[in-house]
């Protein structure tokens, strides 16, 4: 079961040849664009991918952007049956302006410098979020919470997949946490700042270090400094795991032997080619949910997971990652198979 707010990804691309007449600003010819699945649709899609059966419990709004979400997942036999409907507020929805950047330079040179680093960062020339960050309704809130509590002794783990957008608050976070406790169902949290530190009794917690830091209010400047982060919230929230993501860096996993005694392993970055990083936290924490339920250790979980990740940033957008290519990165990356398909 994954639970979180789904949103609807949207990419434009095309070129810049041009400045504006009426302002500094790059001229975007646009030349196509592109729908995909976001946030926990895009977990969903993850799992799918990998073989994986999904129960998406969610939230959008009455309008085109949530039947064009619906749709999608429909198409990859995700179901939709618990993704509620709240006429109160939008489909949360990113869209992405995508630019060729050898036509960009050029245009940019004709600016000062400090424009170069305000209009061109990379491939993306743009980001423009439609979205609601209110909680949603009272009566919404109970019909989640209701679909959640009544099927999750069918499932084999549960994934929270929050994003700050509303659909999950610390009341669905305890109530799912104590009864999943009563089925010995693993809890997997992608958690974001505002309900970081609700998470607590969940099995593990997958944040990058940005979110990590900014959850204890400190900055991770070293290895000593998010190794004390680490312990922290894997105390403070009675975690038996957490996996800190760190970018280039790699991951970090924190973990107490049976004597109580903590237990880091620093997982080296796994990528051949960085060219977009949107959405490998997703992917990392739906592969890592699919290794434990499979009974794979954590050490285990975390190295398929480093290398979906490695995977999925070589790909433009929020993309998955297919068994065959996990099979053959951990060929390529861990010298042995670690995976078999099915």
Same mark, same amino acid.
Request: proline share 4%.
């Given at each position: ?7 609807l990804d949207e990419y434009v691309w095309g070129e810049v040849n041009r400045i504006s007449p ?47 979400? &619906? ?40 600016? +000062?410098?400090? +424009? +170069? ?22 009566? &919404? ?9 009544? =099927? ?11 994003y700050d957008k509303g659909v999950v608050d610390q009341e669905l976070i305890q109530k799912v ?58 105390? =403070? ?106």
């Amino acid at each position: 079961m994954v639970i979180g707010d789904v949103i609807l990804d949207e990419y434009v691309w095309g070129e810049v040849n041009r400045i504006s007449p009426e302002a500094p600003v790059p001229v975007f010819e646009m030349l196509g664009e592109r729908i995909g699945c976001g946030g926990a649709a895009n977990v969903a899609q993850n799992i799918v991918s990998l073989g994986g059966n999904v129960v998406l419990v969610s939230v959008i709004g009455k309008d085109s952007d949530g039947e064009k979400l &619906l749709h999608l997942l429909n198409t990859l036999d995700i179901r939709t049956t618990d993704i509620n409907i709240d006429i109160q507020r939008p489909t949360s929805k990113k869209t992405r302006v995508i630019v060729n950047p050898n036509t960009v330079e050029a245009s940019l040179s004709e600016l +000062d410098s400090s +424009d +170069d680093q305000i209009l061109h960062q990379g491939h993306h020339l743009l980001r423009i979020d439609r979205e609601s960050k209110q909680d949603i309704a009272a009566k &919404l809130k109970e019909r989640l919470l209701h679909v959640t509590l009544s =099927q999750i002794g069918e499932c084999d783990a549960i994934v929270f997949a929050d994003y700050d957008k509303g659909v999950v608050d610390q009341e669905l976070i305890q109530k799912v946490v104590l009864n999943a406790k009563s089925y010995n169902i693993p809890i997997i949290v992608d958690p974001k700042r505002n309900n970081f530190l609700h998470y607590k009794g969940a099995t593990v917690l997958t944040p990058n270090y940005k979110e990590a830091a900014a959850a204890l209010q400190e900055e991770i400047t070293d290895v000593s400094h998010l190794i004390s982060v680490g312990e922290k919230i894997l105390d =403070q929230l009675s975690l038996p795991t957490l996996l800190i993501t760190r970018e280039e860096q790699g991951m970090s996993l924190f973990q107490r032997d049976s004597n109580g005694n903590l237990q880091v392993d620093h997982l080296p970055p796994i990528s051949q080619e960085v060219i977009d990083v949107t959405g490998a936290g997703d992917t990392v924490v739906a592969v890592f949910s699919l290794a434990i339920t499979a009974n794979a250790d954590n050490r285990s979980a975390a190295e398929l997971s480093s290398l979906a990740g490695g995977i999925v940033v070589g790909k433009m957008g929020c993309s998955t990652v297919t068994p065959e290519e996990l099979l053959t990165a951990s060929r390529d990356f861990l010298g042995t198979p670690t995976l078999e398909t099915h």
